[in-house]
Each structure stands twice: as C-alpha cells, then as structure tokens.
DNA sequence: AGAGTTAATACGAATTTCGTAATGTTCAAG
DNA sequence: CTTGAACATTACGAAATTCGTATTAACTCT
C-alpha cells in the first residue's frame, strides 16, 4: 500500500474495495432520487429533451437552434421539432434577428421562466433532502468533495 | 441560528447557501458523468429501458415480465417490447415454467451477462474517477456519505 | 453578380411507447 | 367435472419522437 509515483504527483489508486462500495452506495443514491425526478416529471409532463432546451434557451437568451442542438448533442431537426413543441406550449419565442436574418433567437417567456424556476426548486428540493440526511458538521463535507469531484481536470 | 427541535430530534435544517452551493457543483457532476454515460452507450446502442430491463432480469433470474414492468415503471406491454428486443439479441430467454405455463420466466443468456458485465464496468469506472479525483484521505469520507444519504429513511 | 457555405425547416422512414383486445392458463365455486 | 372469473402475456394499431435527406432563405467571399 505504498504510495506511487505517477505523473510527477503522488497519485494512489483507490482500492477495489473502495470502488466496489461506491459502486453500491451510488446505485441506491441514484435510485432514490430518480422517483423523485420522474414524480416532479409528471407535473408538467414535459419530454427531458424539451426540459433540456428549455433550460439552456433560458440561460442563453437569443442563442440559436444550431447552439442548442450542439450541446446537447441532438441532430439539428430534432431541436427544431423540440422548439416547434415549446413555442406550442407558449414557453420559448422565435425571433429572426435583423442582422442575421438566415437564424432565429429563442428567449423563454415568462411562462417558460417559471417552468424553469419551478425545474430548479424540484433539483434544489433533492439537493436539500441530500443535506438533511447528514448532520450538520458533514453538509459542508458533502458540498466540497462534490465540487472537488465536479471540477477535477481529467 | 439556533438549533431547533424537530420531530424529538435535533434537526438544523440546511442554509440556503448549503443548498445553493451543492445544486450548483451537483450539476456540474452530473454534466461531467453524463458523457460518460452517452459515450459508454454508444458502444452497444442499446435503449436506456433495454439496459434497466436487462440488468433486472440479470439480479432476477426467473422472474416474471410483470415483475420486470413493475419494477422500472412502464406498461406490460412495453416491457413486452423491450424483452422481445433482447431476445432478438440474444441477451435473454423467454422460458414456460412447467408449473404456471402462462407466465413467462427470464433469464439473462452468456451473452446478456457479458453485456451487464461490461455496464457495470463502466459504471464503476465513473466512480473510479470520482474516487481518483480526491485525496487518498477524503475517499472514505465519499463513500460514508453516499451511504448515509441512499439509506436515509425520507 | 455568382458560387459556396450556413441556419433552419419540411417531409418521410424507422422506432418506441402504450392502450385495447385477444389468447391461453390457473383457480375457485357450484 | 364444468363453468366462469381472474391473471400473465402477446398481437395489433395509434400517437409521438428522432433523425436523415432535401429544400428554402440568407450570408460571404471572390
């Protein structure tokens, strides 16, 4: 169990056990809270693809079709078909931009930002639940190792 | 910010802080282990309710269709859908059982067991990554608070 | 101007999900 | 023993989604 050189940093493997334990731990985590995201799902019955695009759209105001489908990696008609749904729903808006007249700008609408909020309060609602479940010494734990793990390089 | 009692118990509920913090770094995570997801799904093209299926049929050997329906939420007859693709597969078998001929017991095939195995591998390979991306000393601190948090009784 | 590129959309094929109806099986009451 | 209800599964068809191909409109560079 001795430490090992590995790129210039000391870099230790984590052990079988280890990975084996959060391997566990990680399926009934996911597990608990996916009933929770598919009972909020019902609500506003919206496809995940158009909660997606909904969400970006309203952190990207006048982004266009081709950004979204980029990121989130669906063919370009696909989007098209997904924005066709939302402007249905009332909940994003086209707009042909005067400068580039070839491209469209989607913004949420109001009804389409409360979506969104209503969205967030549903994931800061398991974020809490996550907190709660620790004492309080540990929340601060959680938060950092989280990020920690978020922001790693590789 | 007082501790107060709740329910007989000591109970601090998070601040608002707390929470933002971990909605915010928690979607960095998910974001970072989605591609993963994507990429490691790209190698059978196996629908995510073909893959859910097949892993329960892997734990469960023998069991029923409806079992299967039930456990992952969907329609009987989608999950008959879902069964007939993998038979086509060759990933499962569709068997009578002498004693109640009008179900249908599943079982995983060589091939459907290799297939889970190597969904399995990839998700410990995620959890890996998340275990190299702490310090030797923090590992441990992960994996008690996964626990904790899956196993929390709310 | 004119060719080539880019952004978005219309259309059609393939696939998936699910409700309704049908088939075959088991169980219980008469 | 028969008959009828309940059950597990499957067949079929409708609705919706994704995506590839082709098309339209606009921009850019020579």
Redesign the pocket.
């Known amino acids: 169990m001795a430490p090992q050189k590995c790129f210039g940093r000391d870099m230790i493997e984590p052990t079988a056990e280890q990975v084996e334990q959060l391997t566990r731990a990680f399926e009934r985590f996911t597990r608990r809270f996916k009933v929770a995201e598919a009972a909020a799902a019902a609500d506003n019955a919206l496809?995940a693809?158009d909660a997606q695009a909904l969400l970006f759209v309203s952190e990207h105001p006048g982004c266009?079709?081709?950004d979204v489908a980029r990121d989130l990696g669906?063919?370009?008609?696909?989007m098209?078909?997904?924005?066709d749904?939302l402007v249905r729903k009332a909940m994003i808006e086209?707009r042909r931009p005067e400068?580039?007249?070839?491209?469209?700008a989607l913004t949420a609408t109001a009804k389409g930002r409360q979506v969104v909020e209503e969205q967030k309060a549903g994931y800061q609602k398991a974020c809490r639940a996550m907190l709660r479940s620790l004492d309080p010494d540990e929340r601060g734990d959680l938060i950092r190792l989280t990020e920690k793990i978020a922001d790693a390089e590789t």
């Open positions: 496809i693809l266009g079709l081709g669906v063919a370009p008609t696909t098209s078909s997904a924005v749904r086209r400068d580039n007249r070839r491209a469209v």
